[in-house]
């Protein structure tokens, strides 16, 4: 039986980002997770920080992203210095590629109307196909233009998930992978922690298991309403740099691989691949980029989104006991490791600033 203050649920981009920020905060933490056979969001995304149309009808969502993604180049040095890794973050700005002047209108208004319901603003530009077209050559013919955004960029997801392990490993942190939750109870003044390693006890619990979270909330009287939904990326081979910013469903990495993909499918927890969506997915992609006809396509995967019914997050926790469940863990991740700490560690989420986040959102819709 061991004593620890924080344990942390789920090591995914949204429980290492909270493990790494408690971690920074002083805290004593422990970062569990189920292992391999899980369902892993982090390991199948696209590695967007995507600030454009996110929250485009809920203006405290649209404000969480903004500031996250704000806080991205301070957050990417900050883990680059204690890790040594280089996160692959890059913010040229992102163009969200429309195929008929009414999509490119409708996008447009979108974004204006967002900008008017939020707090912070975020700039954007609406492109024309000619305009688009010095910015981006290797554009086909069949686009219509695109809305441009400076507030977005990228990063290697991948290395951004090893980076927040390396440094709350280096700040005392515990991470124990292959500890899969089976049951949680309140304990005294604190939490017992049931794994089949054996029981851990803590004094606060937050849940970050992506999916694992429907399950385990219950235990605690929290609720996670998120159901999974796939979507299909394509990766192909090296190619020469073409593509200096990121788009909504395409973007070339750092090596030069382009990946790509944006299907969003109600198929349960099935995270295969199927060739009508790769076929669709590679399809659009060519006609946004002729060039790539000729790619050679070296890698493909499907992955589940964690998706709350009207896909804004939700974060509930009271007691000591909190649960997180948000479908933009990339984008978000310097608010889990940073802003969010301070209400964990006050073992609360104030109602007053959480209150569009919280579950009971959906209990009046289902009334
Ligand atoms: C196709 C796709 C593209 C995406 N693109 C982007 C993007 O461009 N930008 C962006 O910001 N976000 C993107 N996302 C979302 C992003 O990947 C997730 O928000 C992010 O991975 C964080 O998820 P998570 O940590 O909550 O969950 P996960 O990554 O799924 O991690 C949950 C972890 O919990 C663990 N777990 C589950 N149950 C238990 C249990 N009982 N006990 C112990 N551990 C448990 C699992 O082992 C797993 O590691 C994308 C997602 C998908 C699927």
Redesign the pocket.
């Known amino acids: 039986m061991a004593a620890v203050d924080h344990i942390v649920?789920?090591?995914?981009?949204?429980?290492a980002a909270i493990a790494y920020g408690l971690a920074r905060a002083g805290e004593a933490v422990t970062l569990?997770?189920?292992?391999d056979v899980?369902?892993?969001?982090?390991?199948?995304?696209?590695?967007?920080?995507?600030v454009q149309g996110k929250g485009a009808t809920a203006p405290d969502y649209a404000d969480l992203t903004r500031q996250a993604a704000a806080d991205w180049d301070d957050f990417s040095a900050a883990l680059q210095d204690e890790t040594g890794i280089e996160l692959h973050f890059r913010r040229p700005g992102a163009a969200y590629i429309c195929f008929s002047p009414e999509e490119l209108g409708k996008r447009a208004a979108t974004l204006a109307a967002s900008n008017l319901k939020a707090r912070l603003y975020s700039p954007f530009e609406v492109l024309d196909r000619a305009t688009l077209a010095e910015r981006l050559p290797a554009i086909g013919p069949d686009v219509a233009g695109a809305t441009y955004c400076p507030d977005d960029g990228t990063a290697n997801?991948l290395y951004l998930l090893r980076a927040l392990i390396k440094a709350m490993s280096a700040r005392g942190g515990r991470y124990l992978p292959h500890?899969?939750?089976t049951g949680l109870s309140r304990d005294g003044a604190g939490f017992a922690v049931e794994t089949p390693q054996g029981r851990l006890s803590c004094g606060r619990i937050v849940l970050?298991?992506?999916?694992?979270n429907a399950a385990?909330a219950p235990y605690l009287g929290l609720s996670a309403p998120v159901r999974p939904v796939r979507?299909q990326?394509l990766v192909t081979e090296k190619l020469r740099p073409f593509l200096p910013m990121g788009t909504n469903f395409i973007r070339q990495t750092i090596e030069g691989g382009c990946i790509f993909?944006e299907s969003s499918e109600e198929v349960g927890t099935d995270d295969g691949t199927t060739l009508p969506v790769l076929r669709e997915t590679a399809r659009k992609a060519v006609t946004a980029f002729p060039m790539l006809r000729d790619a050679r396509v070296v890698r493909a995967w499907g992955?589940?989104?964690?998706m709350t019914p009207d896909g804004v997050p939700v974060y509930q926790g009271r007691d000591g006991a909190f649960v997180v469940c948000?479908?933009?863990?990339?984008?978000?991740a310097p608010w889990h490791a940073g802003g969010i700490v301070e209400h964990l560690r006050r073992g609360a989420f104030d109602p007053q600033i959480f209150q569009s986040f919280q579950p009971e959102r959906f209990d009046v819709q289902a009334a």
């Open positions: 649920v789920g090591g995914g981009i949204v429980g569990l997770d189920e292992g899980a369902l892993r969001a982090a390991r199948g995304n696209f590695g967007n920080v995507w997801p500890h899969t939750v970050a298991a992506g999916l694992g385990l979507g990326i993909g992955a589940l989104r964690i948000v479908h933009s863990g990339v984008t978000l």
